[in-house]
């Protein structure tokens, strides 16, 4: 799909949130800045992937998304219309989440029924003798047998429960769905299952992701665009094909070239980036990046790099063309 085409859906103007770490009677709270001025827009029917090391501040701006935190500063729009202004049902309504683990986002108390039906219920869309039908029906689109619809979740696996939690996120039919790693939690087998589902319903549904993940085999199967976090900054955003061709960021290319191949004697990828991940209390000056970068010169530690836009394609690095680094 060729996202130039797509008018934006979601936009993030200029946001940063910071958090307040520690403090006490005796002791002064530390400033954490864990999302520092992202602008971005996620266009109507993409797959929008946002990858970096844990950290980088990925859960909290799909939190920020979600309207479940509220920037520090910045503004959210949907479709121009800023996103605190909607109502918590026309919020609901729009943006849905399907969360990383099967086994702690459902209820074990409630049926497979009770669970996907429960948005109905919520947001009074139906009586409740009309909901089983929907309910069956996107049961049935989702890959869940009907016989499953009384059952607990502890009596299913952990691909089935994953369904259950795509068919709970899909029932109020929303614009947009925030996927926070969605197959991480699940047997590799059962993780291109989902993946092939998410496939599936995005294309037949028309529907637009925001797909959460440090898993970059995922994002090259899934994803339309690819947005890199690092420290709380977008530092590269291109399509995804030509992002994994050819990285203009040093830290994209060295993701890139951490994932492990199934060649025997391989071994595991040295990207030199090194063990220590810098301190967000403390960022360094300049280039957040420069630290670990092996391009770094005098100017990456003093002077911030600004994003620079080409069609298509954001970067944020002094020295771009030479952003690809030798195995």
Do not use: W
């Not at 099967?102 to 497979?112: E, G, M």
């Not at 669970?115 to 009309?130: A, C, D, F, K, N």
């Not at 399509?239 to 203009?248: C, G, N, Q, S």
């Not at 951490?258 to 967000?280: E, F, K, Q, R, W």
Request: proline share 8%; hydrophobic share 40%.
């Amino acid at each position: 799909m060729n996202s130039a085409v797509l008018s934006p859906l979601l936009s993030l103007v200029d946001i940063a949130h910071q958090f307040s770490i520690g403090g006490g009677v005796f002791k002064k709270a530390q400033a954490l800045q864990a999302v520092r001025g992202i602008s971005l827009d996620i266009r109507q029917g993409e797959v929008l992937a946002i990858v970096g090391e844990s950290g980088c501040g990925k859960t909290t701006l799909a939190k920020i998304l979600m309207h479940v935190i509220a920037p520090s500063s910045g503004e959210v729009l949907f479709q121009g219309q800023p996103l605190s202004s909607l109502s918590p049902a026309a919020r609901a309504a729009h943006l849905q989440a399907i969360f990383q683990d099967p086994y702690s986002s459902l209820n074990p108390r409630k049926t497979v029924g009770e669970i996907i039906g429960l948005p109905l219920h919520v947001h009074q869309r139906m009586r409740p003798s009309e909901r089983r039908a929907p309910v069956l029906e996107l049961m049935e689109r989702v890959g869940l047998p009907a016989r499953f619809y009384g059952r607990y979740p502890n009596q299913l696996s952990g691909g089935q429960r994953q369904r259950v939690a795509i068919a709970r996120a899909l029932i109020l039919k929303p614009t947009i769905v925030i996927c926070d790693e969605p197959t991480s939690a699940l047997d590799v087998s059962v993780q291109a299952q989902i993946l092939n589902l998410l496939q599936d319903l995005q294309r037949d549904l028309g529907l637009t992701y925001v797909l959460i993940s440090h898993n970059l085999a995922v994002v090259e199967h899934l994803a339309t665009r690819v947005a890199v976090m690092y420290l709380g900054q977008i530092v590269e955003l291109a399509d995804t094909e030509t992002l994994f061709r050819e990285p203009k960021h040093p830290y994209t290319n060295a993701l890139l070239q951490s994932v492990m191949t199934p060649d025997l004697g391989a071994g595991i990828p040295d990207v030199g980036l090194g063990l220590n991940y810098p301190n967000a209390l403390e960022p360094p000056s300049g280039c957040a990046f420069h630290p670990r970068c092996p391009n770094a010169t005098s100017r990456c530690a003093t002077e911030a790099p600004p994003s620079v836009f080409t069609v298509g394609r954001q970067v944020a690095c002094h020295f771009p063309s030479n952003a690809r680094m030798a195995k």
